[in-house]
T-cell receptor
């Protein structure tokens, strides 16, 4: 296994369009996390999964954001009706269990024009 | 809610000088983790501290966890150009979620 992968690496979209990102975690990892990071800031927690169950979602996350991990393996993050404020790096991370070190993917950089 | 404050935001050092970043939590942490993010890269795990008063070393890096498990520090001795990046602390809170500091950017002056 080569680590956490994310696709696409870059996405440019027009305001109002929907976008979907994919994350493939390390195969034996039960936990999968989504973060958003803007320039000069630390990762901002969005949501996480324990296997296929979404256990927590940030209160900062609007209803336009939804995430799934249907079979407990890969995950998708969808943003509907994108806004310019959604422009950021979206990071996915996985860990073996809660509290363990997290392994990050390279991220998907979203630009909303 | 639980917060982790990290200072300074930036530190400019000459190559060979030391660097230190500090994290303080509003509440007791179960553990604290440190990550490094190179420019244009993603966070990479460095170390985890669990015990009160714990000190761990990795070559020129020294990590400390406070007695009350509310603060932590990372000290780099004799910085090198390869140390450039942003160092984040992340504390494990009561809900078993990581609470991230804002990071300290290490800049090596030419």
């Amino acid at each position: 296994d080569t680590g956490v992968s994310q696709n696409p690496r870059h996405k440019i979209t027009k305001r109002g369009q929907n976008v979907t990102f994919r994350c493939d975690p390390i195969s034996e990892h039960n936990r999968l996390y989504w973060y958003r990071q803007t320039l000069g800031q630390g990762p901002e927690f969005l949501t996480y999964f324990q296997n296929e169950a979404q256990l927590e979602k940030s209160r900062l996350l609007s209803d336009r954001f939804s995430a799934e991990r249907p079979k407990g393996s890969f995950s998708t993050l969808e943003i509907q009706r994108t806004e310019q404020g959604d422009s950021a790096m979206y990071l996915c991370a996985s860990s073996l269990a809660g509290g363990d070190e997290q392994y990050f993917g390279p991220g998907t950089r979203l630009t909303v024009t | 809610g639980q917060q982790v404050m990290q200072i300074p935001q930036y530190q400019h050092v000459q190559e060979g000088e030391d660097f230190t970043t500090y994290c303080n939590s509003s509440t007791t942490l179960s553990n604290i983790q440190w990550y490094k993010q190179r420019p244009g890269g993603h966070p990479v795990f460095l170390i985890q501290l669990v015990k009160s008063g714990e000190v761990k070393k990795q070559k020129r890096l020294t990590f400390q966890f406070g007695e009350a498990k509310k603060n932590s520090s990372l000290h780099i001795t004799a910085t090198q150009t390869t140390d450039v990046g942003t160092y984040f602390c992340a504390g494990l809170g009561s809900n078993y979620q990581l609470i991230w500091g804002a990071g300290t950017k290490l800049i090596i002056k030419p």
